[in-house]
């Protein structure tokens, strides 16, 4: 569509060319009536490349997210499936960081794409603070795994 689209351009500007090119030779018309027919229709040919190249820019920048959530999707499905496999708590634990880690690269990914600055570092400190909170349900299964009691630790309370 986007090459038919250029074709078309294309053949807009030749024909508005030629066309002015015919009327310039016979002496039809005004010298100032065949400049503005050839700019507008220069000017619409312009508008025309440069709209189809903004449509062409949003369209990869779609297809770019459509295949990171793709990726992201069919990672969680492999995540998912190898952590049924697991049979350990080492195992559950790695599976959850790695987990973790995959949500962390997906949200800061996600952050690229973010225009203002300030914007970008709060999406970015939210993605750090939520991997945070996930690294710390990690540091307390192991824990309860271990046979620990996190929940006796408190502020100002040293394990003993």
Not at 96 to 125: N, P
Not at 138 to 143: E, L, S, V
Request: net charge positive; hydrophobic share 40%; aromatic share 2%.
């Amino acid at each position: 569509m986007q090459r038919t689209l250029l074709a078309l351009s294309c053949a807009l500007i030749l024909a508005g060319g030629s066309a002015f090119a015919q009327q310039q030779s016979s002496g039809l018309g005004s010298a100032a009536t065949n400049d503005t027919a050839g700019a507008s229709i220069t000017d619409k040919a312009k508008q025309a490349a440069q709209t189809i190249g903004e449509k062409a820019k949003e369209a990869a920048g779609k297809v770019k997210d459509m295949v990171q959530e793709t990726a992201q999707k069919s990672k969680a499905a492999a995540d998912q499936k190898t952590a049924q496999a697991g049979d350990g708590p080492s195992s559950k634990s790695q599976q959850m960081q790695k987990r973790a880690d995959a949500e962390f690269k997906s949200a800061k990914a996600k952050c690229a794409a973010i225009q203002r600055q300030v914007q970008k570092t709060v999406c970015e400190k939210q993605a750090a603070v939520t991997h945070a909170n996930a690294e710390l349900r990690i540091a307390k299964a192991n824990a309860a795994a271990q046979g620990g009691n996190t929940s006796a630790m408190g502020a100002g309370k040293s394990a003993q």
